[in-house]
């Protein structure tokens, strides 16, 4: 008959509470856009045709900018 001990394993597995976890919240950067750049921008959306996939992929990519801005005054408070 083999004899084994557990109990200093259970002891030495047992997790470290000692610490709360803590949040980090990271935000995307987000590149400045020139006034100009921003007029070609609209001009350009304007020329496309209604419905088009470029205009909601420009909206997606504002609605994203627009998170991140809102992350980054979140953070800084």
Known sequence: MKL?????L????Q???DS?????TVCPEIASW???YQRRLASE????PSES?????VAE???????????????SQ
């Open 4 to 8: 084994i001990c557990f109990g200093l």
């Open 10 to 13: 259970l002891v030495i597995c």
């Open 15 to 17: 997790p470290v509470e």
């Open 20 to 24: 709360a976890p803590v949040t980090v």
């Open 34 to 36: 020139s006034a100009a």
């Open 45 to 48: 959306l304007r020329r496309l």
């Open 53 to 57: 996939a470029i205009e909601r992929a």
């Open 61 to 75: 990519a504002i609605n994203l900018r627009d998170q991140a801005r809102a992350c980054r005054a979140n953070v």
